[in-house]
């Protein structure tokens, strides 16, 4: 699905990507982890081509990335910080965004879902954080891509739309999608991943399932495992 070699990325002196090799198959739930600066939203922007990388190649679905854009139809994107029209009704983004995909979408379901019903006639620059979030759900699970990407998407969420959105994952996941998830949350990245990746200062420390992070750290939970990577590479 995700074949990524020898990736480079500077911006200025800062070398934010060092030499990632990454492949990632077809269908699972991977969380790309790491802390700030590591290079966690550099490497998901380069393979979506919002950042190009200095050196390195990345191929989806077998095509390399900087010869033919068109993969880009084939993945759905949620990004960390939504920025709508806040003149746009709910009902128009989706609109919107349905013609400007040209796909046939599965919005009356999610709507459903995540009790949107009522927001529908509503600008967008009117709504909480939460129900933006929802409509941020909502814009990347109406199309049926094979490849998702989820950046930070429990930020904001009440506990009921949280239960709501890890069903959702699974679903998918059960279709035999691949699905790539960044969080800071570890309970939630614990319960729905199957491998996590994680980075370090621009490069791969960790790629496998948590089990196997928790043997090889001799902790005996994810988040005391993550703690000690944190804690032994800042001695």
């Given at each position: 699905m ?6 480079h ?11 990632i090799?990454l ?8 969380a790309?982890l ?16 919002m ?54 979408a ?7 879902v ?6 529908l ?6 709504l909480?954080?939460?129900t ?28 009921i739309s ?17 699905i790539?998830?960044t ?9 729905v991943?199957?491998e ?9 420390y960790?790629k ?21 990577i944190?804690t032994?590479?800042h001695?």
């Amino acid at each position: 699905m995700v074949s990524i070699k020898g990736l480079h990325k500077k911006f200025g002196k800062n070398q934010v990507l060092n030499g990632i090799d990454l492949s990632i198959g077809d269908g699972g739930i991977f969380a790309v982890l790491g802390p700030n600066g590591s290079g966690k939203t550099t490497l998901i922007k380069a393979i979506l081509g919002m950042v190009v990388p200095n050196k390195g190649e990345i191929k989806v679905h077998g095509e390399d990335i900087r010869k033919n854009t068109d993969y880009r139809y084939k993945i759905d994107y949620l990004p960390q910080i939504a920025n709508f029209p806040n003149n746009l009704k709910v009902k128009e983004l989706i609109r919107m965004i349905k013609d400007l995909r040209g796909k046939a979408a599965h919005d009356e379901r999610l709507i459903e879902v995540f009790k949107l019903q009522p927001f529908l006639n509503q600008k967008l620059g009117n709504l909480s954080g939460g129900t933006r979030q929802k409509v941020n759900i909502l814009l990347t699970f109406m199309f049926d891509s094979p490849l998702i990407i989820l950046d930070e998407p429990t930020t904001g969420l009440d506990p009921i739309s949280l239960i709501r959105l890890k069903d959702l994952i699974q679903a998918e996941k059960a279709k035999g999608k691949t699905i790539l998830i960044t969080s800071h949350i570890m309970s939630f990245v614990e319960e729905v991943s199957d491998e996590i990746v994680f980075l370090l200062e621009g490069e791969i420390y960790f790629k496998g399932p948590i089990q196997e992070l928790k043997t090889k750290t001799n902790q005996p939970d994810f988040e005391h495992a993550i703690a000690s990577i944190l804690t032994d590479n800042h001695a």
